[in-house]
């Protein structure tokens, strides 16, 4: 398959007066052409920082390393004139939260408008027109009254398909997809969640999904990339992932393991009128021990073995590199060495 976005040894450190914050801190990854990578990680893992780094939307302060390769191009030595041009026309972005993300003073149709224009070089009817076109594949209601609205005018779910509308008018090659159903009820996810699948197939474009949710992943992404503490702990196509958690000899990183076993799974067996509801039935809910590090604090070793069941001394001691097990999955883990296939 055709490569689009290759991420080589990707480091983003910012320095501040209390110490140099280590958000992102050697990941390597690849996206295809047309197909769905899904990043997942609990809060504070760098899946945020991996995507700015990608576009380069970070603060000053902020150093950033190693090689991002944009059809063989590397984007860190662009300067911010050939950024702009990436930005939107070949890598698009959707914000985790919508409504700070859009322009409160201007309508929702000039902002999309704005991207046209800067991008394709067309006049401001034409421009109009497709804003118009695009919102209407995005599945809102009389897009051409949708179009001279503000975003304070419009719901949480209508926000967000008009940042995906922004997002995909100008046709870019990859959209990177930060958290967007993450401030939307249930419903309004599923039908965030078909549309991106829609248009990702109608417009042929790749897709890098950002998420903490494993039902997201599991539904719609052809392969995941876990991430812990700024690094990659494991990466494998998604089936894989979620076949080898239903037995338990298979092989999985402890913290791939922890994430699917917190999924809920309550029990609606049939209860009699006399039971209580619900509770009667519900189970305890499996965590992980402890919290995400301080990315100013990084122990030596795994950076997973504070909270790790397995860990031994060679694992507070020494950082594993990742091994591959079988075709396309990779381990960062000394304990899983023994049933190395590679």
């Known amino acids: 398959m055709e490569t689009l976005l290759n991420v080589?040894?990707?480091k983003t450190h910012i320095h501040t007066p209390e110490g140099v914050v280590r958000a992102v801190d050697g990941v390597d990854f690849e996206i295809n052409k047309g197909e769905i990578?899904?990043?997942?990680?609990?809060?504070?893992?760098?899946?945020?920082?991996?995507?700015?780094?990608?576009?380069?939307?970070?603060?000053?302060?902020?150093?950033?390393?190693?090689?991002?390769l944009y059809r063989e191009n590397d984007l860190l030595?662009?300067?911010?004139?050939?950024?702009?041009?990436?930005?939107?026309?070949?890598?698009?972005?959707?914000?985790?939260?919508?409504?700070?993300?859009?322009?409160?003073?201007?309508?929702?149709?000039?902002?999309?408008?704005?991207?046209?224009?800067?991008?394709?070089?067309?006049?401001?009817?034409?421009?109009?027109?497709k804003?118009?076109?695009?919102?209407?594949?995005?599945?809102?209601?009389?897009?051409?009254?949708?179009?001279?609205?503000y975003p304070h005018q419009l719901s949480g779910g209508m926000n967000q398909r008009i940042m995906i509308a922004m997002s995909l008018v100008t046709h870019p090659e990859i959209l990177i997809a930060d958290e967007p159903t993450t401030a939307l009820d249930v419903t309004i996810q599923?039908?965030?969640?078909?549309?991106?699948?829609?248009?990702?197939?109608?417009?042929?474009?790749?897709?890098?999904?950002?998420?903490?949710?494993?039902?997201?992943?599991?539904?719609?992404?052809?392969?995941?990339?876990?991430?812990?503490?700024?690094?990659?702990?494991?990466?494998?196509?998604?089936?894989?992932?979620?076949?080898?958690?239903?037995?338990?000899?298979?092989?999985?990183?402890?913290y791939t393991r922890g994430l699917i076993n917190s999924i809920p799974n309550i029990d609606f067996t049939s209860a009699k009128d006399e039971s209580p509801p619900l509770t009667s039935v519900s189970k305890r809910l499996n965590t992980i021990p402890g919290v995400v590090p301080n990315p100013m604090d990084i122990l030596a070793g795994c950076r997973f073995h504070p909270r790790c069941p397995n860990?031994?001394?060679?694992?507070?001691?020494?950082?594993?590199?990742?091994?591959?097990?079988?075709?396309?999955?990779?381990?960062?883990?000394?304990?899983l060495r023994e049933y190395s296939t590679s």
Do not use: W
């Open 8 to 10: 080589k040894g990707l």
């Open 37 to 68: 990578v899904g990043i997942i990680g609990e809060s504070g893992c760098g899946k945020s920082m991996t995507a700015l780094s990608i576009l380069r939307l970070l603060p000053s302060k902020a150093k950033v390393s190693g090689e991002i």
């Open 77 to 129: 030595k662009y300067s911010p004139s050939q950024m702009r041009e990436i930005r939107g026309k070949g890598i698009s972005m959707i914000f985790q939260d919508p409504v700070t993300s859009l322009n409160p003073v201007f309508t929702v149709g000039n902002q999309i408008c704005e991207a046209i224009i800067l991008h394709q070089k067309i006049s401001k009817s034409a421009a109009v027109e």
């Open 131 to 149: 804003a118009i076109e695009m919102l209407g594949l995005c599945g809102l209601p009389s897009p051409e009254e949708q179009f001279n609205r």
């Open 190 to 254: 599923a039908q965030i969640l078909d549309l991106i699948q829609h248009l990702q197939t109608k417009l042929t474009m790749s897709v890098l999904l950002i998420t903490h949710d494993l039902s997201i992943i599991s539904a719609i992404t052809k392969r995941v990339i876990i991430m812990y503490a700024g690094k990659i702990v494991e990466y494998a196509r998604t089936n894989q992932i979620f076949t080898a958690v239903k037995n338990p000899a298979s092989l999985l990183h402890p």
């Open 311 to 335: 860990a031994v001394q060679r694992c507070r001691e020494i950082e594993p590199e990742i091994r591959l097990y079988g075709e396309d999955h990779g381990i960062r883990c000394f304990e």
